[in-house]
């Protein structure tokens, strides 16, 4: 099985925001956007990017995998840390150029490579006009150095 | 007050990710993508993105700002349907490339510019290496054409 997608040039509106069609709107680069949220909870995990095969792989292994732009090629969310995300479902928005990627986060539960459950630990804080961040809380699940290796 | 950002050009990752600098990582055209969640259930609402100037103007009046790509302009949500997102807080992501908009959903409850509340009222669904969208039933809370005129 290799899962292709129609094209979205040509569909109108109507067709893209109402119709069975799933015609992703890949960027100039050929990506989307894939937001990464917890089946259980609903709690947005990670952001990441897909190019087409890394979508197809995704609904054909049940394994979220993404496309890296800093390395240039289709990532395996896990591959090195262990932390595989099992796909629920996958949800299309309406202009169809971003993704719902709806998961079971495996492993120690660490979809950040920082060790944290989500990538958004810290909250903006606002100030006399300077804005900073302030952690709110989630604790390391694992320690980057033990997976990754020194940096 | 006119709320400025720091440079992320220059910072360590360490600084990028654990630090308490805010340095949005806007991208060569100037922004970052931003992820609408509703406080109350944590719902995914919609994906837009953010300039500097839109993401300035959501922390000092506590209402959602967003970049339009399309119409090359500062939107406020809600300007035209009243659908106008209260701002309860703003994440980080660990490489401040996207932002996690925490708010309120005003006006009747629609973040969808097509009525509902989210925009992710598709889901995919793959059969025989097709794949189409199929609704999961979230209502319209508005008629569009009401709203935006007759397209």
């Known amino acids: 099985m290799s899962i292709t997608f129609a094209p979205a040039a040509g569909l109108s509106h109507e067709a893209l925001e109402e119709g069975a069609v799933f015609a992703p709107r890949f960027d100039e680069k050929g990506l989307v956007t894939a937001i990464a949220v917890e089946a259980s909870s609903g709690a947005v995990l990670m952001v990441a990017h897909m190019n087409a095969e890394a979508l197809a792989r995704t609904l054909e292994t049940g394994e979220a995998h993404y496309y890296s732009r800093s390395r240039g090629k289709i990532w395996r969310k896990g591959e090195t840390s262990g932390?595989?995300?099992?796909?629920?479902?996958?949800?299309?928005d309406c202009d169809q150029d971003a993704l719902l990627v709806v998961v079971e986060q495996t492993g120690r539960g660490g979809a950040c490579h920082t060790g944290r459950k989500t990538c958004f630990y810290r909250r903006v804080e606002v100030a006399e006009a300077a804005a900073t961040l302030v952690p709110i809380g989630e604790p390391r699940l694992f320690d980057p150095s033990d997976v990754y290796g020194a940096s």
């Open 83 to 92: 932390e595989i995300q099992k796909l629920v479902e996958i949800r299309a």
